[in-house]
């Protein structure tokens, strides 16, 4: 059985799937020579809505940067300590591709670290938080559902989610989603296939680790609350111009060139709450509501 494991996440695998394969010849995640489009460099609201969303995705990578790499002295076996390290570059990856991506909206380099602080959202920091201090005790079992269930799991909807409204009219940052989608799927794999057995092993941990889920989950929630109302007028704004020629983006049957702020929020956190549910079936834990 770790025989298994260690060759469907080792460092071979990882190297053949990833440098090798769908990241070959691309540039910060695309294809050489994408660029934003002009549409929404031209235009300031876009512009800032741009670089709002894309520091909610730095803040995120920073902190699986942050989990994936101090769980690795944390892992009790080599196979989980390989998987650890390609993931911890994977998230390096991720951090540096959006914040090249932050450059390239016009974000100066030596701004960078009073954009992400004005525009972070406080209650994905406070996600982070609690993940953290899990890792911080080097408590593996819990970093792990933390990281692998459920931050990469929200990151894996809100990224296909996000690809869908943009594969269209931003093929740059479209091909930029792709590759981390990928890598967030592996992730997930790992989560699912490694914990389930520490579980069983350690069924004391259930409880703590569920209510650890359910205050995660409770600050994810916030989080996309505060985005979607946040983004509620430039959604209709972008709508309103596009209307008459945009494509269908369907996410999970809904029509995001077409839905409103609400609609949206609706649908993600359906998406990321079902696939919670499942995941969290699969290795033995039950799916704690947030308290309102």
């Not at 894996?156 to 269209?168: G, I």
């Not at 996309?224 to 596009?242: H, P, Y």
Request: hydrophobic share 40%; aromatic share 8%.
């Amino acid at each position: 059985m770790m025989a298994d494991f260690l060759m469907g996440y080792s460092i071979q695998s990882w190297l053949e799937s990833c440098p090798q394969g769908y990241l070959d010849g691309t540039d910060y995640g695309h294809q050489a020579g994408e660029k934003e489009p002009e549409s929404l460099l031209d235009n300031e609201t876009f512009r800032e809505d741009a670089i709002r969303t894309t520091v909610q995705l730095i803040a995120g990578e920073r902190a699986a940067l942050a989990a994936s790499s101090g769980l690795v002295n944390a892992a009790p076996d080599d196979p989980s300590k390989m998987f650890l390290a390609t993931q911890t570059l994977d998230e390096a990856r991720h951090v540096e591709i959006f914040t090249q991506r932050l450059y390239d909206l016009g974000v100066k380099k030596d701004e960078l670290d009073s954009v992400i602080s004005t525009y972070v959202n406080p209650n994905l920091v406070k996600f982070a938080e609690v993940l953290l201090e899990k890792v911080d005790k080097q408590d593996f079992i819990a970093g792990v559902v933390g990281q692998n269930i459920v931050l990469e799991g929200m990151a894996f909807s809100v990224f296909e989610m996000m690809h869908a409204t943009n594969h269209t009219n931003n093929p740059k940052f479209a091909h930029t989603l792709s590759g981390t989608i990928a890598d967030e799927r592996r992730h997930v794999g790992f989560g699912e296939n490694r914990i389930g057995s520490l579980i069983q092993a350690h069924p004391e941990k259930k409880e703590e680790i569920q209510k650890m889920q359910q205050e995660m989950t409770y600050h994810m929630l916030a989080t996309f609350t505060d985005s979607f109302k946040t983004n509620e007028d430039i959604i209709e704004e972008v709508q309103a111009q596009t209307m008459n020629d945009s494509a269908p983006a369907v996410f999970h049957g809904v029509d995001l060139a077409r839905a409103d702020a609400r609609e949206m929020e609706a649908v993600l956190a359906n998406t990321v709450l079902g696939e919670f549910k499942t995941r969290l079936g699969r290795i033995g834990l039950e799916y704690l509501s947030p308290a309102a």
